[in-house]
C-alpha cells in the first residue's frame, strides 16, 4: 500500500496524466470522487483525454465534461447580458475570474466550473452601473440595511445583486480584495493596464489574474477550493509565463501573496517557477497539508490544520476592533 | 432614432413547432421558450435583418397576413422578447 | 467509512459509505441480486455519517453527504437509515446525472415497449408500477425514468420500489411472494415499506425500450380518459424533469422528440382495479 489518497493522489494525475495507469478499481474511485469534490472532475478529464482507462471511469470523466460544457453556456450567457446591459454606459467592465478564462478561451477556462460572474468596474461609476443592472432586470439579495451600508462602506463589491428571471448573481466589484483587508491592490492599474475582448468587455492582464487569484486563495476564506484556484495559477503561468509578474505583484501589494501561491502550484503540479524565485520556505508545507486534505470518499480532512486556516483568514480581512463590532451587532440582530 | 431590434440568429435556435405553440431552444443561453404567435413570427422576421418596430409591423403584415395587427402589443411583445435574450435592442 | 455498500441499477452505479451498519446490512440484502458497478467503480458516492463523532452511538442522527448534497437537509433517525440511503442515491441523480434526461416517473414494460406514468407525488405512479410487475409487467422503474438523448430508448432504473401509508397492504396482497424491506414507520411522508423489483425485472434491467405511451395518472375521481396535447406534455415532463435544463440541447431535442413520437393520455382512476383495467384497455387501443 503506502499510497496516500489525499489531494497529492488528484494533484499527481492532473501533473502526469500517464501516472494514471498504475491505479486499481479503487484508486479510481478515490481519484474520481476527490476531483468532483474538488470542483477538478472536468479539468482532469481534459488532462486524461485519450489516457487508457477503464470504461467506468470514462463514463465518469465525460460526465464530468457534460456538465462543465453547459455550466459554461450558462456562464458565457450571463457574460452576454452583462454586456448587454452596461454596454452602453462607456465605463470599462472587467471580467474576474471564471468568467475571464472562459470567455477568452484560455487554458484556465478548460474543464472550469463557473459560478457567479464577477465584474471589475471603477469606483467612481459603481451608481451607475448598479442602476443600468437594476434596469435590465437584476435586483437584490439581501435587502437588509445594516448589512448594505457595512457592504458599501468596507467590501471590495457592491451587495449581491441576482436577475429576477435567470436566478443567476452578479457581482459588481470596485477592487479585488475588501477595503478592510491589508494588502491593497491598485485598483486603477488593474483596469487601466486590461484587456480589450472583442465583445468589448475586458478581462485582467495575466500577471494582474495571477495576483487576483493568489490573492484570493489567501484572503478569501479557509482555503477549500485552493486546488482549483492553484490549477487556474499553473494554467495561467503556464499559457503567458511569468515576466514582469514579481513587479507587478509589488505593485499590488501581493508579493508575497504571489510568491507562495506559486511556490504551492509548483509542489503540486511542477508549475515552473522564474529564475532567482525560491522553491519553498518555512510554512509552505502546512498550506499543502490543507490544500491538500481531502479523501477517497470526497471528505475534508484535517480538522485542525482547517480550523487555524479559518481563524487566518478572518484576521487577514478585517481589523480586529472591526471584526469584534460586525460581530456583535449581526449576534444582536439574531443574525447567522 | 427608432429602437432596432435584432434577433438571435437563426443558427442560435432549434425550432420544433408543438401542436398550437412552438418550442424554440436557444443554444446561446441554454434556455428553452414555449411560444405562442406573433413570437416566433417575430423571431423568424427580424432573421433577415434587424428592423425597427413600424418596419417590423409592416412585414408581419404582409408575409404573414396578421390583420388586428396593434402596435402597442407588437412592442409589448418585443419587450417580451428581449428579457429573454432572444432579441437585443439597438 | 466504516461499512460499504455497492449496487449497480439499470446503467448507474453506486456506492454507499456509512458509519453505521445497518443500512448498509438492509441494502446488501434487498439488492443481493443485483449486480455491483461496472470496474468496481461508482458514478456516484453517498455517505451516511454522524456530524458528531456521539452521535454515532447518542441518539443516532444520520446525515446525507455524497457528491451531490442539499444544503441544511434535515437528518434522518438510524430506524429511517435505509430510506436515507435511498433518498440519497436519489439526490444524487437528480443533481448528478448528465447522460439521461430524468423523467420523474414510473415505467414498465411488455412486449419490448414502455408505459411511462408520470405526475405529481401522490398520483400513484408507485403503486401502478408496481401492481403492473405483478400482472407480469416488466418493471423499468418506479422513482425515474431514463430517456436516452441518442436514442430515444427509456432505460430501466429499478431501484427498490417505494411504498406508501395504504399502498403496502395493497401490495402485499398482490404480490405475496414479493420481497419486503422493513416497515418503516413514522416517516415524513408516512409509512413507509419497499418492495424489490421481481427477478424477471433485475435480470432485464439493462434492456431499453421505445416508449409507446405516457401517461398521467390522477387518483381520486371517476374513472375518465383523455387525450393530452404535446405542449402540454412537454411542459409537464420538462417540469417533472430535475435535470432538463442540465442536459441542454441534448435535453430538449430528446424531449421535443419523445413528445412528438410518443401518445399521452390522462386518466382518472377511482381505485386501482380501474386504473389497470384502463391502463390495459388503452394499451391494447395503441
Known sequence: MGVAVDGYLLARALLDPASVASLDGAGWQALLTMARAELLSASLAHRLDGIAKPAAAQRFLDDAKASCHQGRLVALWEVEMARRALGDLGVPVVLLKGSAFIAAGLAAGQGRFVGDLDILVPRAELDRVEAALLGAGWEWVKPDPYDDAYYRRWMHELPPLIHRERDRMIDVHHTILPLTARPTPDAGALIADSVALPNGLRILNPNDMICHAAAHLFADGDMSGGMRNLWDIHCLVDDFGAAGLAERARRHGLASAVRRALRLAHALYDTPLPEGWTRSSGDDGLYLRRLTARDGWGRQTRPVTRLGFYVRSHWLRMPPLMLARHLWTKWRKGAG | MATIYRAASPDSLIVVPVDLLTAIYHRASGQTHLMASPAPEILETLADAPLDAEALLAKLRADYDLLDADPAALIARLDELVETGLVERR | ?286
Open chain 3, 1 to 286: 467509512m466504516r461499512h460499504v455498500f455497492s449496487v449497480a441499477i439499470g446503467p448507474v452505479g453506486f456506492r454507499v459509505g456509512s458509519d453505521w451498519r445497518g443500512p448498509v446490512a438492509a441494502l446488501d440484502h434487498l439488492y443481493a441480486s443485483y449486480p455491483k458497478p461496472q470496474d468496481g467503480i461508482a458514478d456516484f458516492t453517498v455517505r451516511l455519517f454522524a456530524d458528531r463523532p456521539w452521535r454515532r452511538v447518542f441518539r443516532p442522527k444520520v446525515m446525507i453527504g455524497g457528491d451531490f448534497v442539499l444544503p441544511e437537509a434535515a437528518p434522518l433517525s438510524l430506524a429511517h437509515g435505509l430510506l436515507a440511503a435511498e433518498m440519497a442515491m436519489n439526490l444524487q441523480m437528480a443533481l448528478g446525472q448528465r447522460r439521461y434526461l430524468l423523467l420523474h416517473a414510473s415505467a414498465v414494460e411488455r412486449d419490448g415497449k414502455a408505459l411511462v406514468m408520470t405526475g405529481l407525488s401522490g398520483a400513484g405512479k408507485s403503486t401502478l408500477a408496481a401492481l403492473l410487475m405483478a400482472r407480469g409487467w416488466r418493471l423499468m422503474g418506479d422513482e425515474f425514468a431514463l430517456l436516452d438523448p441518442a436514442t430515444g430508448l427509456i432505460h430501466a432504473f429499478p431501484r427498490l420500489i417505494s411504498l406508501k401509508n395504504e399502498a403496502i397492504a395493497v401490495m402485499q396482497a398482490a404480490a405475496p411472494g414479493g420481497m419486503f424491506g422493513p416497515l418503516l414507520a413514522d416517516t415524513p411522508k408516512g409509512a413507509i415499506r419497499h418492495l424489490v423489483p421481481d427477478a424477471r425485472s433485475v435480470a432485464a434491467m439493462l434492456e431499453p425500450a421505445r416508449a409507446a405511451l405516457i401517461l398521467f395518472p390522477t387518483f381520486g375521481h371517476e374513472a375518465a380518459t383523455r387525450e393530452v396535447a404535446p405542449s402540454e406534455v412537454f411542459v409537464r415532463l420538462t417540469q417533472a424533469s430535475t435535470n432538463y435544463v442540465a442536459l441542454a440541447e441534448r435535453g430538449f431535442t430528446a424531449l421535443t422528440r419523445l413528445v412528438a413520437e410518443t401518445p399521452a393520455r390522462a386518466i382518472d382512476y377511482p381505485d386501482t382495479e380501474s386504473a389497470i383495467a384502463q391502463v390495459e384497455a388503452l394499451w391494447a387501443s395503441l
